[in-house]
């Protein structure tokens, strides 16, 4: 017999992009009422990269998330060039910043600020290695001779392995994994790495973003992969193995700049996040893995209790929004106007 509901310890984002001003107060709600905490990007304009910055943006999302005031959001500092060490590890003893993220110069939206070569900051690595404290990050590597589909199994030869020979202690989370090449690194790694996954990588593959016509909403970094990658991402999530875990990447950008001569990347998926990905587990025969995915493999890594409340997803068909409106700001979820096989049910 299929599933018609089932009971799931609350999850946990653990990678999201919540913007600030207008946009956060828009979409911080949806992640606030399905998650307990989510990792917060700090991709901002500037960067969140020192403690009083977290403290501050931290402030700025409970107010965005009232509603919820269960609401955790476990925050993040931009690694670049030239940050200073010791704020970041007195940060993550206070408890403020719970991981760094490396973002290579150039490689996703507003990373011009990021790191131009891994080794100017080692003497930080090696500090939140002492700490244990994870480094996230994006795993790609940009060049004008490297190929856009080739950026992610080029940053495991170049910068994930060699990082790893050298500080083999350091917890890292290949965020994003979009690649067989990086699901098999994983798990070929210590129990130190770890991944998250989005719902939409395990969704679709390069033909849904370009064939029959571009589509601008499927457009994001690392870009979508081909078919036998997707198969390989969705191996991975749905084996419940501690290593992989939910992060949604929800990235969202308001309608106009992603329909665009030179669009935007980064897809929103916060608005029906669990239900794409239950969907995905359901078409795997692997509900029951579920729970290990979103809720458990998570806070075991980051060493965090996991949830005390539960979530109920019932099988019932619901359409997604074309749109999602709000402040004079509208934004195209994922799989806008398709029907979903499964809700979250109302508290
Ligand atoms: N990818 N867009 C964004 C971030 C992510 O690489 C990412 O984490 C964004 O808009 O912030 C995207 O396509
Ligand atoms: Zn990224
Ligand atoms: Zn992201």
Redesign the pocket.
Same mark, same amino acid.
């Given at each position: 017999m299929t599933a018609q509901s089932i009971t799931l310890i609350k999850p946990d984002d653990w &990678?999201v992009?919540l913007?600030d001003g207008e946009m956060l107060k828009q979409v911080a709600p949806y992640t606030a009422q399905q998650f307990a905490r989510a990792i917060i990007?700090p991709?901002l304009l500037p960067p969140v990269t020192t403690t009083a910055m977290a403290v501050d943006y931290r402030q700025r999302i409970l107010a965005a998330t009232q509603d919820y005031p269960d609401f955790k959001p476990l925050m993040v500092a931009y690694l670049t060039d030239d940050l200073d060490g010791k704020d970041l590890i007195n940060g993550h003893q206070q408890g403020v910043l719970t991981a760094a993220k490396l973002?290579p110069a150039g490689?996703?939206?507003?990373?011009s600020h990021g790191v131009t070569d891994i080794k100017h900051i080692y003497p930080v690595l090696e500090a939140m290695q002492k700490q244990g404290m994870p480094l996230l990050v &994006?795993g790609?590597v940009v060049g004008d001779d490297i190929d856009v589909f080739d950026r992610e199994a080029r940053f495991i030869d170049d910068v994930m392995q060699p990082l790893l020979k050298d500080m083999p202690e350091l917890k890292v989370v290949f965020?994003?994994i979009t690649t067989k090449d990086a699901a098999d690194f994983v798990m070929s790694a210590g129990d130190n790495v770890a991944a998250t996954i989005t719902a939409h990588h395990l969704q679709i593959n390069r033909n849904d973003m370009l064939v029959g016509g571009i589509k601008p909403h499927l457009?994001?970094?690392?870009?979508a992969k081909r078919e036998q990658h997707r198969q390989a991402l969705r191996k991975a999530a749905t084996s419940g193995h501690q290593k992989f875990f939910l992060g949604t990447?929800t990235?969202?950008?308001a309608i106009n700049a992603k329909e665009s001569a030179c669009g935007?990347?980064?897809?929103f998926t916060a608005p029906h996040a669990i239900e794409h990905y239950a969907q995905v587990f359901e078409e795997e025969n692997a509900l029951d893995k579920l729970e290990a995915f979103a809720s458990i493999n998570g806070p075991k890594f980051y060493q965090l209790s996991i949830n005390k409340d539960h979530i109920t997803l019932i099988k019932k068909d619901q359409q997604v929004p074309e749109k999602t409106i709000d402040k004079g700001l509208s934004i195209v979820p994922f799989k806008a106007g398709e029907i979903l096989a499964w809700q979250l049910q109302a508290d």
């Open positions: &990678h992009h913007r990007m991709n973002y490689a996703t939206t507003n990373s &994006h790609e965020e994003h457009y994001c970094l690392p870009v990447d990235a969202p950008h935007c990347a980064g897809i």
